[in-house]
């Protein structure tokens, strides 16, 4: 299947300007393009698409994508550098989970805390109307 620029920008979150921006870095091999110029994107160009969106989501710099995207293109000899990239970003990932995690944890206990005094603030409030 192929979508048109408007068509992979809705599809994978991204807008055209991204993706012609991703293109003129070299994270995106140019697209094809029809009869009328316009360029179209393959589902394994889609799949791409999803997987760099997934590493700019969980935060890998700009640069390190372009080497892995530069890396890619030069086949199986470069799959122990594009495995280290990954590793590397997958350890800062987990790091940035871990302290997201201890955050909420801070998180959830004001929010218990809270509804703790709201609810003796209300029974509080239930014994004096109960009594006036």
Same mark, same amino acid.
């Given at each position: 299947m192929s979508y048109s620029i408007a068509q992979a920008a809705h599809q994978s979150g991204l807008?055209?300007?991204?993706?012609?921006?991703?293109?003129?870095?070299?994270l995106v091999d140019p697209?094809?393009?029809?009869s009328? =110029?316009?360029r179209t994107y393959s589902d394994a160009d889609m799949a791409w698409l999803s997987f760099l969106t997934r590493l700019r989501i969980t935060g890998m710099p700009?640069?390190?994508m372009v080497e892995y995207a530069t890396l890619r293109r =030069? =086949?199986? =000899?470069?799959? #122990?550098r594009r495995r280290q990239i990954l590793q590397q970003h997958q350890a800062d990932?987990?790091?940035?989970? #871990?302290?997201?995690?201890?955050c909420l944890k801070?998180?959830?206990?004001?929010?218990?805390?809270?509804?703790n005094v709201e609810q003796r603030l209300g029974l509080l409030a239930q014994v004096e109307q109960d009594s006036a």
């Open positions: 807008s055209a300007d991204t993706l012609r921006y991703y293109e003129r870095i070299g697209p094809a393009r029809d009328g =110029g316009r700009i640069r390190l =030069g =086949g199986v =000899g470069t799959s #122990a990932v987990r790091a940035r989970i #871990a302290d997201l995690q201890a801070i998180i959830d206990y004001k929010v218990e805390n809270y509804l």
